[in-house]
């Protein structure tokens, strides 16, 4: 059973370009999470999606957008990319079990470098 | 005040210690947390959930006080595999992470 795949793994962009990643879930997770973690800082929550709509936002700008498939896979986009927005981007996804369990599960993370 | 605030590290300890690990967050509300490991490089990895008391996993005990909005972790009898960043988590709707703390446990 595959866990959470993303793709780039690494990735290098210029200022103002816009950027895609992408991320597929762990088999029977619904909802995915998008972090975006800085050096040395926690993940900070960019959004999450769950049946193809977003759920939950964290305080970035619109710049980021996303998206989620009927597969339940996921896309981050970035447009107009600043030099601050060179970071870990971490993909995860989630499920609610029963009795009120959560499981929550990272993937790999793609390291985004703007220059 | 941060939502989530973590014991700012780093800490070194010997092989065979015993560390404890602080966290403090902000909502009243907040009804679950965790605890997650990130060596460098990686992604976090969940280490524990922590839904009630408080609970126990080996080496690995995790406390909950829900009055005074803290949660802790610590670690028994400490091996160098367990060198790694721990992050606090507290689920409000979305996971908010702490900054982490880093451990480095040296022979």
């Known amino acids: 059973d595959a866990g959470v795949t993303q793709s780039p793994t690494h990735l290098i962009k210029t200022r103002g370009q816009q950027v895609t990643l992408r991320c597929s879930p762990k088999?029977?997770?619904?909802?995915v999470s998008w972090y975006q973690q800085a050096l040395g800082q926690g993940p900070q929550f960019i959004f999450q999606y769950y049946e193809e709509e977003e759920r939950q936002r964290g305080n970035f700008p619109d710049r980021f957008s996303g998206h989620q498939f009927p597969n339940y896979s996921s896309e981050l986009n970035v447009n107009a990319l600043l030099l601050g927005d060179s970071a870990l981007y971490l993909c995860?996804?989630?499920?609610?079990?029963?009795?009120?369990?959560?499981?929550?599960?990272f993937g790999p993370g793609t390291r985004l470098t703007v220059t | 005040r941060k939502e989530v605030e973590q014991d700012p590290g780093p800490f070194n300890v010997p092989e065979g210690a015993t560390v404890a690990f602080n966290c403090t967050y902000s909502?009243?509300?907040?009804?679950?947390f965790f605890w997650y490991r990130q060596d460098c490089r990686k992604e976090p990895k969940l280490l524990m959930s922590v839904y009630s008391s408080g609970n126990e996993d080996g080496r690995f005990t995790a406390q909950l006080n829900r009055a005074s909005q803290y949660i802790s972790l610590l670690i028994r009898d400490s091996k160098l595999s367990d060198s790694a960043t721990y992050l606090c988590?507290?689920?409000?709707?979305?996971?908010?992470f702490g900054a982490g703390t880093r451990l480095t446990v040296k022979p």
């Open positions: 088999s029977g997770h619904d909802t």
């Open positions: 909502n009243s509300a907040s009804q679950s």
């Open positions: 988590v507290v689920n409000d709707n979305d996971m908010r």
């Open positions: 995860a996804s989630s499920f609610w079990g029963g009795e009120g369990t959560y499981e929550q599960y």
